[in-house]
T-cell receptor
Framework: GENVEQHPSTLSVQEGDSAVIKCTYS??????FPWYKQELGKGPQLIID?????GEKKDQRIAVTLNKTAKHFSLHITETQPEDSAVYFC??????????FGAGTRLFVKA | DSGVTQTPKHLITATGQRVTLRCSPR?????VYWYQQSLDQGLQFLIQ???????AKGNILERFSAQQFPDLHSELNLSSLELGDSALYFC??????????????FGPGTRLTVL
């Protein structure tokens, strides 16, 4: 069935360094890939998304890349700040009604 | 604040019991999604309703059921509760009937503890 694998499960970086989170999806029909950030005690919030007809998308310090051939997509955060500390979820959608989420990456940014 | 409200915030109950979780979507959103988040696990999609009708089903147990009312609020009913049902339950809403190309707005969640 549909599956999204996410790595690493935990990531610790120094403030100012970059962080990269990688995901792999199984359903080749997937065409929409959102990323959500979940802060402690809150619900997830969309931070960036990418469609399958685009290879890369940037929004300030955040970028997402997509390799459809390899069925990989990644989140890149540059110049990390302590407020970037949170759990990040990747997800994939086939254009239907179900969004499949990865298991999440807990990011710690050390000041 | 996402505009999605969930009640109650916390719920503690015993095994075998039945509980109801409530969700009000953002104003104007027609779709409601329910997710379960267990400890150290991702978001497991349970079920989606669109404008009062069931639209998609995920890994929802037969002991669980949901509905969406004419005012678009939704309730998730969990019965014959087991210890393993302890989790955070999130409700999300979106404007249209598909979660594709369509941001989902999540509520703050209901933490269910089954003792």
């Amino acid at each position: 069935g549909e599956n999204v694998e996410q790595h690493p499960s935990t990531l610790s970086v120094q403030e100012g360094d970059s962080a990269v989170i990688k995901c792999t999806y199984s359903d080749s029909a997937s065409n929409y890939f959102p990323w959500y950030k979940q802060e402690l005690g809150k619900g997830p919030q969309l931070i960036i998304d990418i469609r399958s007809n685009v290879g890369e998308k940037k929004d300030q310090r955040i970028a997402v890349t997509l390799n459809k051939t390899a069925k990989h997509f990644s989140l890149h955060i540059t110049e990390t700040q302590p407020e970037d500390s949170a759990v990040y979820f990747c997800a994939a959608n086939t254009g239907g009604f179900k969004t499949i989420f990865g298991a999440g990456t807990r990011l710690f940014v050390k000041a | 604040d996402s505009g999605v409200t969930q009640t109650p915030k916390h719920l503690i109950t015993a095994t075998g019991q039945r509980v109801t979780l409530r969700c009000s979507p953002r104003s104007g959103d027609l779709s409601v999604y329910w997710y379960q988040q267990s400890l150290d696990q991702g978001l497991q999609f349970l079920i989606q309703y669109y404008n009062g009708e069931e639209r998609a089903k995920g890994n929802i147990l037969e002991r669980f059921s949901a509905q969406q009312f004419p005012d678009l609020h939704s309730e998730l009913n969990l019965s014959s509760l087991e210890l393993g049902d302890s989790a955070l339950y999130f409700c999300a809403s979106s404007a249209t009937g598909t979660s594709s190309f369509n941001e989902q707005f999540f509520g703050p969640g209901t933490r269910l503890t089954v003792l």
